[in-house]
């Protein structure tokens, strides 16, 4: 069992930088990949960024390619979504998951509550 709890979000002008966090409880978080998803209102979930649990691999959606950076401090149990660059169809709610399986084919199993970043124009 691994609980998440996310933290960072916030208002943040269009182009400004926020970075958030996702503590996670539990002795096996450094074997777990993680990812950030997002959900817009009236819109579906959204992948936004994964981390493999040795940091060998990184996966981002194409919307975010080059102003987020996802990364993961093993030590400390925690991984960071880094926005940079940040438009208002960036603004959401901001989940972090747990996941397993195969690097090409993630299952996520835990999610955290999620917080709100919120992008003004």
């Known amino acids: 069992q691994v609980q998440l709890i996310e933290s960072g979000g916030g208002l943040v002008q269009a182009g400004g930088s926020l970075r958030l966090s996702c503590a996670a409880s539990?002795?096996?978080?450094?074997?777990?990949?993680m990812g950030w998803f997002r959900q817009a209102p009236g819109k579906e979930r959204e992948f936004v960024a994964a981390?493999?649990?040795?940091?060998?691999?990184?996966s981002y959606a194409d919307s975010v390619k080059g102003r987020f950076t996802i990364s993961r401090d093993n030590t400390k149990n925690t991984v960071y979504l880094q926005m940079n660059g940040l438009k208002p169809e960036d603004a959401a709610v901001y989940y972090c998951?747990?996941?397993?399986?195969?690097?090409?084919?993630?299952?996520?199993?835990?999610w955290g509550q999620g917080t709100q970043v919120t992008v003004s124009a």
């Open positions: 998951a747990a996941g397993r399986g195969s690097w090409s084919n993630l299952i996520y199993d835990y």
């Open positions: 539990g002795r096996t978080f450094s074997s777990y990949p």
């Open positions: 981390i493999s649990w040795n940091v060998a691999y990184t």
